[in-house]
């Protein structure tokens, strides 16, 4: 069983009024004078025997934005002990926002508008000036799984073959339908905006390496992105760890659905180096077609139709996520996962998405009040609760500890 761990990109906001605020440094300062005998960012395991952390070796780091923070789980085996990981680090950031009057939110995208502050940085202070506007208003927060792979020969062996399948994740993660206090219209508006950078989305299938480097080095010959740091695939090898990085979807609102999207994503990985050794070709699907596919996962979700893997169509979500869960089902029935798998998929077509949950909240409190956010402020209360409550379910409005809001049960 492959080692598998991720990155997910939060915001911090106000618990009042719901709005970002630009506290990233402050809140790694206060984690480093907290634990100043720490190690620092962790690294992703290079043997499958390398022992598990304690919850101080998690890692949180600044990103571009300053009211945004990455935490970074240490690579799992399993999925219980990546979910432990991914609330633990949800709970240590926001135990530092807290330490500042904040609190943390696993939204995609800020319901609320504003003027972000990009991270006092050299490289962040060239990006800004190289990008403009694509840059300025770049607060998107995304949910990275990172799998092992026994080298990198293997690993652009597993890009060529799940490049078909990713839209879907897009729809399972959606959790951005509002940008800057407007109602978008889209489930992962964050796609879209991610999407503006000039080395984002799908790729071509490459073949081997050096076709993999060779394209990675023109593109850096081009002299339009900064460095390799900047090439946003939508899945990329690692430059920093034995991995594969899938980079489509949302930070998710719920953390038992990341740690879905990450089994999803190691049973790709798994089933593609299969196909890879048993000489199974990638799926010839022209690179226009995946974006047309994510476009329309980030545009309804789960909500109506998604272009099918296979051919391209619009077929109901529904059938379209089933599909990739009976295509996954022998490397998820041998880690044991097969169960849990349509259990947490048909969980979230039961309670919804995190834009769906978004949505909802939003119209609750329209339909009782006019409130001068348009209910936004709302939303984000809703989504703090939801990021620290890993064992409750929305189900609608009445709740007893918040009336105006929702009603909770217990998994």
């Not at 952390?53 to 085996?77: V, Y």
């Not at 990198?152 to 339908?177: F, Q, T």
Request: charged content about 25%; some cysteine.
């Amino acid at each position: 069983m492959r080692t598998f761990g991720v990155e997910e990109e939060l915001l911090i906001v106000d618990p009042d009024s719901g709005e970002p605020l630009a506290l990233a440094d402050a809140l790694l300062a206060r984690r480093k004078l907290a634990a100043d005998d720490a190690p620092g960012r962790p690294r992703l395991l290079k043997k499958k025997t390398e022992p598990k952390c304690d919850d101080d070796e998690m890692g949180l780091s600044a990103e571009l934005k300053l009211e945004q923070i990455e935490t970074q789980t240490r690579p799992c085996l399993d999925h219980a002990e990546l979910l432990r990981q991914i609330r633990a680090g949800r709970a240590l950031a926001d135990e530092a926002a807290q330490g500042h009057g904040a609190r943390i939110a696993a939204l995609a995208t800020s319901p609320l508008a504003l003027s972000s502050h990009t991270t006092p940085d050299p490289r962040y202070a060239r990006m800004l000036e190289r990008f403009g506007l694509t840059a300025q208003e770049q607060l998107t927060c995304g949910f990275h799984v990172h799998t092992y792979i026994e080298s990198p020969d293997e690993g652009v062996a597993v890009l060529d073959r799940i490049r078909d399948k990713l839209a879907v994740l897009i729809a399972l993660s959606a959790n951005s339908p509002f940008w800057n206090g407007v109602a978008t219209g889209f489930e992962s508006y964050r796609t879209q905006a991610w999407n503006r950078w000039p080395s984002s989305g799908p790729s071509a299938i490459y073949g081997n390496l050096s076709t993999y480097r060779r394209v990675v080095g023109r593109l850096l010959d081009t002299g339009v992105v900064l460095d390799e740091g900047m090439i946003y695939f939508d899945a990329r090898l690692s430059r920093n760890h034995p991995t594969v990085e899938v980079r489509v979807a949302d930070v998710c609102l719920r953390a038992e659905d990341a740690a879905l999207i990450a089994v999803l994503v190691r049973a790709l990985v798994e089933s593609a180096c299969r196909e890879w050794r048993e000489g199974v070709e990638p799926a010839p699907v022209p690179t226009v077609l995946l974006r047309m596919a994510a476009w329309q996962a980030s545009n309804f979700g789960l909500r109506g139709e998604l272009l099918d893997f296979g051919s391209f169509r619009p077929v109901p979500a529904r059938d379209v996520v089933n599909s990739l869960v009976d295509f996954l089902e022998p490397v998820l029935t041998e880690n044991g996962e097969i169960e849990l798998a349509r259990h947490g998929v048909e969980a979230i077509f039961a309670r919804g998405t995190g834009a769906a949950e978004q949505r909802g909240i939003r119209q609750v409190v329209l339909a009782k009040a006019e409130p001068d956010d348009g209910g936004l402020g709302a939303v984000v209360a809703h989504a703090v609760r939801a990021t620290h409550k890993g064992t409750e379910e929305y189900v609608g409005p009445d709740a007893a500890d918040a009336p105006e809001l929702l009603r909770v049960r217990q998994l």
